[in-house]
Structures are given as C-alpha cells and as structure tokens.
C-alpha cells in the first residue's frame, strides 16, 4: 500500500478440521449451540450438510471466506500496481475519485472491506447458531462488491459511483446485524457496530470527493475502525492459538486477559476516536503514543518468543505489534508537528498491521475450514516475508528522501507479490472442496 494520505478442530500445526478462529474471537463468551443447522438436519432436510452450508452448489460459494478471500487477495495483487501506475502518471482513475485518493478508498474500502466480509460471514454462524450465507445469496454479495469496485474506479457521475458502491456494506451490516439480533447474540454487537462505521466512512469518503464533507475524516474513521478490530479481535485470537500450541508444548501459557489489557483496548478506542475527531492536538497525540506504548505492554506477556518456530503462529504476534508501533508512530507524528512524517505511521497501520493481519486470518482459516493442516509450508512462510518487507520498505520510504521512489514501488510491490501468491497457492483450496474428516494424509502444506 504505497501511498494513503491521512465448528472447531485442531487449531496448531498438524491437525486437521475448522480452525477455531471465529470461537477464538469471541473468547469467554458463552459458545453458542448451532441449533438451526441441527434443527435443520433433524427436520430432515437435505438442502444443507451438517455446518448448515447448502449443497450442491460450488464449493467457492459454500461459506464467505472462500470467495471474499480470494477476491481480497486478487484485488490488492492488482491495485497496488495500478496504483503505482497511477503514482508515476501513467494513467488516472476516471471514478470520483483521483490520486492518492482511489488508491486510499480501494485499498479500504475494496481490499480490506473483502476480508473483513469473508471473516465476518464465517464467524457469524459460530457466534449465533444460524445457518451461514452460501450460495446465490453470497454470490449477490460478492457481486455487490465487484459492482463497487468498478464504480469506484471508472464511473464519473459521482451520485451514481456512491450508491452503486455504498450498496456491498450496507448489505454486509445490514445481514450481521439481522444475525446477531434474529440469534440474540447481542454480545457481538460491537462488531457489527463497526462494519456501520466502516460504512459511514465510505459514505463519508463520497462525501469528500463531491465537496460535501471536511478532507481527512472518512480515512481516518476507516482506519479507526480496522485498528480497532485487530486491537479486538486480533487481540484475542493471537493468545488463543499461542496457548494451543504451547499447552501441546507444555511450556507456560500466555498471561490471561487482566485489567491491562482492558486499559489497553479503552486506551486505543479512545484515542482512535480523538485522532478521527481531533486529529492534530497534542492530547491526541499523547493518548495514541500511550495507546501504542500499552499494545506494546499487552503484546509482550502472550510468550511471541516461544513461537518462533512456529510461523503461523508467530505472523499473529507480527500483525499485532505492527498495531502497537503504528500508533505509537501516529503519536509520535502529532505530538513532533510532523517531524516523522504521518505517512510513515499511516502505512505502519496499514501496510504493516493490516496486511500482516489480514493475511495472518486468511492463511490459517483457508487452511482450517477446508479441512487441511494447519501448517506455513514454504509458500506462506513466503507470503509472511514478502507482506513484512513490503510494509517496512514503504514505512522507510518518507524517511529516505532521496530513496522514496525507490522504496515506494519495491515495497509497493512486495507487498502486491505476497497476496499475489495468496491467490496462486490458496486459490486451489478455497475453490476445492473440504478434505473429509476421515482424511490422514493430504496435499502439503502451501
């Protein structure tokens, strides 16, 4: 990202079944019975198996992870090159948006709004017992998304790129609000209060580009809102899966959730918000350094040095100390008026956390839900490396001035070649069926 301006079975290395990510990520609540799809099955239905999923229809459309995580990957493959196209003048986006703009809303809005869909969709069904979205509905969504992309990109009418655009979150939020209240799982509610916010930010972003909203706020409040969920959830799944792996280990676990890791998250979330609000006084700046300072803090008792050798795990830890340092560079930008440029803490969150966390989730779920080990072969220890160097050569960029260009389109396209390589080595799997459960051996790991 090169230049944005302001059902549950093994869950470590060598087992097979669903990863427990979506379990994971609602830790200490009460887990939720699937009763519908039991229901569903006792009743005598034939249309859906036994996690509710419908059959007979490809497995790419079988559960939300599948196409939205490829579609993510594929689309970030191509959009920083595009971008970067764009960076050197090659050519222009004709949509409502120009610049460094397009390339903030379709890295936001287009990319990571992708993974968000797929993650959410398959954790719903584990939080509320209903059945998952699969089939012609869930390809009207990804329908819905592609729709936006190209309006985004080549519509000009900016009334008509706006609703046909706006039309794949307000659909997202709209279906994990009717879960969460139709399941009465009232404790995920947050969450879908954050894919609301996330599409008030692409409303406001609309906004922005027809002059009818202040500069700054819709980036922002997008980037808030993605900060927040890896803060989260992020933030739960990176000690849940440490704990399994080294409980296996017997070596000591992770530090339990305590009042530190409470103050750290009301520490983010509040700073988050007066950095939206109130982006360049030095009260804001303090709060996001000692947010960073307490992720940092946070971090360093989930044992990360005891997962060295353990790549799929260790790539957690990675994502979410790319939270910390980005905030704590955020603070450190406001609080020295600019001295480290924004950028270089902006592209910490963003190329570093971000996308070391989104690939992070996809890795591991695509592995998990389609009944494969969970295991980093020699592609995805690949795929981690490309997306870290990526990030740190674009936040180095800012700071090298006379070796910005440079680093702007190495990084940019190390980091482009890491989900390009999701895409070659997961797409086969995400369109594959599901390993069976009787299934010892298999295809190596990617």
Not at 222 to 242: C, E, K, N, Q, Y
Not at 420 to 435: E, N, Q, V
């Amino acid at each position: 990202m090169a230049h944005i301006a302001t059902g549950t079975g093994k869950t470590a290395t060598g087992g097979h079944g669903d990863v427990a990510l979506a379990s994971a990520a609602t830790e200490g609540a009460p887990r939720p019975d699937r009763s519908e799809p039991r229901r569903s099955r006792n009743a005598g239905r034939t249309d859906r198996d036994g996690r509710g999923r419908r059959l007979g229809v490809p497995p790419i459309l079988s559960y939300g992870f599948r196409p939205f995580f490829f579609a993510g990957a594929t689309y970030a493959a191509l959009a920083i090159p595009a971008w970067l196209a764009v960076f050197l003048g090659y050519f222009s986006p004709s949509g409502p948006f120009a610049g460094s703009a397009w390339h903030a809303h379709e890295m936001l809005f287009g990319y990571l709004g992708a993974v968000v869909a797929g993650f959410i969709l398959t954790a719903v069904p584990n939080w509320t017992g209903r059945l998952p979205l699969s089939g012609a509905p869930l390809a009207g969504l990804v329908f819905l998304w592609l729709t936006g992309r190209l309006a985004a990109s080549f519509l000009a009418d900016p009334l008509a790129a706006a609703l046909l655009d706006l039309a794949f979150p307000a659909a997202l939020a709209a279906a994990v609000w009717r879960e969460v209240i139709a399941g009465r799982n009232i404790k995920n509610a947050p969450v879908a209060a954050m894919l609301s916010l996330f599409a008030l930010a692409n409303l406001l972003h609309h906004g922005e580009a027809a002059g009818l909203v202040p500069d700054g706020y819709a980036i922002r409040l997008a980037l808030a809102v993605a900060a927040t969920l890896i803060a989260l959830i992020g933030g739960r799944v990176t000690p849940s899966f440490t704990r399994n792996f080294l409980a296996r280990k017997g070596a000591p676990l992770p530090a339990p959730f305590s009042r530190l890791d409470g103050l750290a998250l009301a520490a983010t979330g509040l700073s988050l918000l007066a950095w939206v609000l109130f982006p360049l006084t030095t009260a804001t700046g303090a709060a996001l350094a000692l947010a960073g300072l307490l992720l940092g803090l946070r971090l360093s008792r989930w044992r990360g040095a005891s997962v060295m050798r353990e790549p799929i795990v260790l790539v957690l830890h990675a994502g979410y100390l790319w939270l910390a340092v980005s905030l704590l560079l955020l603070g450190v930008s406001v609080l020295s008026g600019g001295a480290l440029p924004e950028t270089a803490a902006l592209h910490a969150l963003t190329a570093g956390a971000v996308g070391t966390m989104t690939l992070a989730v996809m890795t591991r779920a695509s592995l998990g839900h389609t009944g494969r080990a969970i295991v980093a072969g020699t592609a995805t220890r690949a795929i981690y490396l490309l997306v870290g160097a990526g990030a740190l050569l674009r936040l180095a960029a800012p700071l090298l001035p006379a070796l910005y260009l440079t680093l702007v389109v190495a990084g940019g396209l190390l980091w482009a070649g890491a989900f390009a390589l999701f895409a070659l080595r997961y797409g086969p799997i995400l369109f594959s069926s599901r390993l069976g459960k009787g299934t010892m051996t298999g295809p190596p790991a990617p």
